[in-house]
Structures are given as structure tokens and as C-alpha cells.
């Protein structure tokens, strides 16, 4: 039983490349979370996709990210015109529902990270 | 503005001696708490959480974490650590119905042998 696959798990770019980062969720998980965790940072939240919606962006800088989850396929951040700032490790997580449940089952499940250097 | 605060950036310990990881949470209401481990090269991989009811939690591989609302925290424990412990900490709370996490910025963790 496979868990979030996450490729590559490093990307080098050069400034002003485009940089594709790809997440498989778990089998069965129709709800995938984007996260970037900055040097000395912890995780921050940037998109959260079921398929073929983006349900909110709200943690997605306004210009040159976006996210997509294709009805097949992996979901996909892509990154235009990369700068150095966004170095960073990105994160996609998965989970079977989108709303944490009073029965506290909900639980996301997270893959193992793109590294993604500019240079 | 919800918050998860982690004091302590780096923390060493000896192999077999006691940990305690401390987290602090800014929420009005009584949020659902985690607390997950990033080892080098993997992703995160949850250690446990609590959601309500009994307020110390067991984890896997030995960890514990007791809620005090009056503290506004959650503070990991283990009674003995081992060298594959060392890793990155991190504290996470998201609130009912929500999927926004908010993590804290880590706690290091080095093991001495």
C-alpha cells in the first residue's frame, strides 16, 4: 500500500525556469494538500485540491504558483519563473476526507517532499 | 490569529535519558493537536494526536503527550531516548472542520550515545 509519492525529490532550476512538482496521493484519497516549508521554518499551508477543484488557494502567492489535480493523474505545482525565494521543500499530503471528523479519524498523510533549489 | 508555538529550536539529549518537546497552541476554542516527525530525506509521519477525551495520548515508537488547556499546551515525553529518535519535531493543531494545519517551527532533536 503505497504512500504519498512525491517526485522528484529534488529539482534544481535555474532563475526564470518553470519547475513542475508532481504528488500522487494515497490510493483511494481524493483530497491533496500543497505545503512549503522555508530554512528554519515550519510547514505553511498553500493549497488544498480534490479533483479537477481547487477548494482553496487562500496560502497560494498571487502570482507565478499554480496548482492542479486532474481527474487522472498526479496532482501538479507548478512554479513559473522560479527566483531564488522559492527554495524551499514542498510537501503534498493526502487525506481520505477533507474535514476533520469529531470522531478524530481524519488524518493527513504526508509524502516525503521535493527540494527544490534555485539557483 | 491561530498560532503553535515550538520554544526551543535545538535539543540534545543522551541516548537513554528522558525528552520533553514542548508545544504551545493560540486558539479559542479546543483544538485537534499533533504531533509529527521529520527525519532526515523523509516526509513527515504522524507520532500521534488528540482530538478529545483523555488528555495524555499515546503515540507509536513510545511517545506520549499530555493536553493542559489551562497551559495551552501539548508537550511530547518520552522516558527514554534512543539514537534513531534524533530527527525534526514538529507540532501541528487544526481546528473543527478545517484542514488548514498550522505547524510550529520545529524542534531539532540530537542524540548523544
Known amino acids: 500500500n503505497a504512500g504519498v509519492m512525491q517526485n522528484p525529490r529534488h529539482l534544481v532550476r535555474r532563475r526564470g525556469q518553470e519547475a513542475r512538482l508532481r504528488c500522487s496521493p494515497m490510493?483511494?484519497?481524493?483530497?491533496v494538500y500543497w505545503y512549503r516549508q522555508l530554512p528554519e521554518e515550519g510547514l505553511k499551508f498553500m493549497v488544498y485540491?480534490?479533483?479537477?477543484?481547487?477548494?482553496?488557494e487562500s496560502g497560494m502567492p498571487k502570482e507565478r504558483f499554480s496548482a492542479e489535480f486532474p481527474k487522472e493523474g498526479p496532482s501538479i505545482l507548478r512554479i513559473q519563473q522560479v527566483v531564488r525565494g522559492d527554495s524551499a521543500a514542498y510537501f503534498c499530503?493526502?487525506?481520505?476526507?477533507?474535514?476533520?471528523?469529531?470522531?478524530?479519524?481524519?488524518?493527513?498523510?504526508f509524502g516525503s517532499g521535493t527540494q527544490l533549489s534555485v539557483l | 490569529a491561530q498560532s503553535v508555538t515550538q520554544p526551543d529550536i535545538h535539543i540534545t539529549v543522551s541516548e537513554g535519558a528522558s525528552l520533553e518537546l514542548r508545544c504551545n497552541y493560540s486558539?479559542?476554542?479546543?483544538?485537534?493537536l499533533f504531533w509529527y516527525v521529520q527525519s532526515p530525506g523523509q516526509g513527515l509521519q504522524l507520532l500521534l494526536k488528540?482530538?478529545?477525551?483523555?488528555?495524555l495520548v499515546q503515540g507509536i515508537k513510545g511517545f506520549e503527550a499530555e493536553f493542559k488547556r489551562s497551559q495551552s499546551s501539548f508537550n511530547l515525553r518520552k522516558p527514554s531516548v534512543h539514537w534513531s529518535d534524533a530527527a525534526e519535531y514538529f507540532c501541528?493543531?487544526?481546528?473543527?472542520?478545517?484542514?488548514?494545519?498550522?505547524f510550529g517551527t520545529g524542534t531539532r532533536l540530537k542524540v548523544l550515545a
Open positions: 486558539y479559542g476554542a479546543t483544538p485537534y
Open positions: 488528540y482530538f478529545s477525551g483523555d488528555t
Open positions: 485540491l480534490q479533483k479537477e477543484n481547487i477548494i482553496d
Open positions: 501541528a493543531v487544526v481546528t473543527s472542520g478545517t484542514y488548514k494545519y498550522i
Open positions: 490510493k483511494g484519497h481524493s483530497h
Open positions: 499530503a493526502s487525506s481520505l476526507l477533507g474535514r476533520t471528523g469529531g470522531r478524530g479519524s481524519e488524518k493527513l498523510f
